[in-house]
């Protein structure tokens, strides 16, 4: 295997699409490549097969050129769907930048394209001192933004970027994302970002959108 291509994907918020864009593509990728998705942090699981599971990551499972043990895929799991600094003070367990960190340099090189999701938007505290950016910065890793379409995306799509530039880091591209239904003026306000924003555009996810006709930039 050549250097392994690694991407974090971020996005705007939670519940933009991070997990239904890195589905696609992974499949996209496993068109011509191997490509494996993983979820690091996840917050809200039910047990299945007697361990807590989480519906992203068995969703980058699936998706994945090669299925990894759940535990491999997401090592860091919490039954209640609240931030998870909290989540993990509830259950005693501390999530650390180091620990991250050593997960994904004992994970990392299984194929040639790894997909990181993360958990919540940029700046998501691990705990009262640490944020997942900084694992990202940790691991020196390109980062895609899914930008979900909808109304206020403006304003978190230019923070978000701004401030994974000013964190030193690469930003692969942007992604905006129809989620469950187009907004209002999608076209305007999808037109303002590819003005404004000046990292590359990967493209466009519309409602149900399907491998089929995906297009995709700078990949
Ligand atoms: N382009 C899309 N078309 C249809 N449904 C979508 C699309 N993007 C997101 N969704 C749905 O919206 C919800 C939130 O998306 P999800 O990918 O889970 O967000 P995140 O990972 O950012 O929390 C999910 O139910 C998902 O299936
Ligand atoms: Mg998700």
């Not at 295997?1 to 239904?20: I, N, S």
């Not at 004992?106 to 919540?120: P, R, V």
Request: with cysteine; aromatic share 8%.
């Amino acid at each position: 295997m050549t250097q392994q291509t690694v991407y974090f994907v971020t996005g705007t918020d939670t519940d933009v699409g991070k997990t239904y864009v890195s589905q696609l593509l992974l499949q996209y990728f496993n068109q011509s490549s191997t490509a494996i998705g993983y979820k690091p942090i996840a917050a809200g699981a039910s047990m299945n097969d007697g361990e807590l599971k989480n519906e992203d990551a068995l969703i980058l499972q699936s998706a994945s050129s090669l299925q990894l043990a759940y535990k491999e895929v997401n090592p860091i799991c919490f039954k209640e769907p609240i931030a998870p600094h909290i989540a993990s003070e509830m259950v005693g367990e501390s999530i650390t930048v180091s620990g991250l960190t050593q997960w994904w340099n004992k994970s990392k090189g299984q194929c040639d394209i790894a997909l990181i999701e993360g958990a919540g938007g940029w700046r998501l505290p691990l705990n009262n001192k640490e944020y997942l950016s900084s694992f990202v910065k940790d691991i020196q890793c390109e980062v895609i933004v899914v930008v979900g379409m909808k109304l206020g995306c403006l304003n978190h799509a230019l923070l978000t970027l701004e401030t994974i530039k000013q964190d030193g880091l690469i930003i692969k591209g942007w992604i905006a994302n129809q989620c469950d239904s187009p907004m209002n003026f999608y076209e305007e306000n999808l037109a303002y970002l590819k003005q404004h924003v000046d990292v590359p555009f990967i493209g466009e996810i519309k409602v149900n959108q399907t491998i089929d006709n995906l297009i995709l930039s700078h990949l």
